[in-house]
T-cell receptor, first 110, second 113 residues
Framework: RKEVEQDPGPFNVPEGATVAFNCTYS??????FFWYRQDCRKEPKLLMS???SGNEDGRFTAQLNRASQYISLLIRDSKLSDSATYLC???????????FGSGTRLQVQP | ETGVTQTPRHLVMGMTNKKSLKCEQH?????MYWYKQSAKKPLELMFV???????ENNSVPSRFSPECPNSSHLFLHLHTLQPEDSALYLC????????????FGPGTRLTVL
């Protein structure tokens, strides 16, 4: 079983749409949670950390449910520039390494 | 952005070659990481160095040999690689006290023929 599971997509949505990605993690010792964005053939870049109370950064909203070991990302008013692969990432307590999901690909169409 | 640089950016090598990947960070960090991203697989940790000591590693074949001579530089020495080792090799750095904030380099895209 993968430690971090994501639907690979692709999600094809029109500009202006709202799209949601989900992720589950298997390690109950996970302490820190993130969404990263990776453009084609580039390095991953931190989009936002995810906190238990939920958090928002502009058009992006992240939620964490520790009981269900579930993380979500909501993107409102999608832009063409949002097209990328979105990686769900966790870090286990006591470790420095990040554990990545395989990513969900988003394609925003005009 | 030039916080974490990697050289070369692209590398093609035969199975009998020996090569090295280099990573340099200009952020004053004291922890450095090697990750591997193969096609159709998630990014996965290879090694973690903190204060120039290896502190974490996954089950990585011995044909990959890391070296961290100081807190700004990290190398990955490659020898007798297999075609399935073709991947994007990413370096990252952080403060050892803040592993949640890792900065990634652009990666070296390696092809083993």
């Amino acid at each position: 079983r993968k430690e971090v599971e994501q639907d690979p997509g692709p999600f094809n949505v029109p500009e202006g749409a709202t799209v949601a990605f989900n992720c589950t993690y298997s390690n109950s010792a996970s302490q820190s949670f993130f969404w990263y964005r990776q453009d084609c053939r580039k390095e991953p870049k931190l989009l936002m950390s995810v906190y238990s109370s939920g958090n928002e950064d502009g058009r992006f909203t992240a939620q964490l449910n520790r009981a269900s070991q579930y993380i979500s990302l909501l993107i409102r008013d999608s832009k063409l520039s949002d097209s990328a692969t979105y990686l769900c990432v966790v870090r286990e307590r006591g470790r420095r390494a990040l554990t990545f999901g395989s990513g969900t690909r988003l394609q925003v169409q005009p | 952005e030039t916080g974490v640089t990697q050289t070369p950016r692209h590398l093609v090598m035969g199975m009998t070659n020996k090569k090295s990947l280099k990573c340099e960070q200009h952020l004053g960090h004291n922890a450095m990481y090697w990750y591997k991203q193969s096609a159709k697989k998630p990014l996965e940790l290879m090694f973690v160095y903190s204060l120039e000591e290896r502190v974490e590693n996954n089950s990585v074949p011995s044909r990959f040999s890391p070296e961290c001579p100081n807190s700004s530089h990290l190398f990955l020495h490659l020898h007798t690689l297999q075609p399935e080792d073709s991947a994007l090799y990413l370096c990252a750095s952080s403060q050892d006290s803040s592993p949640d904030t890792q900065y990634f380099g652009p990666g070296t895209r390696l092809t083993v023929l």
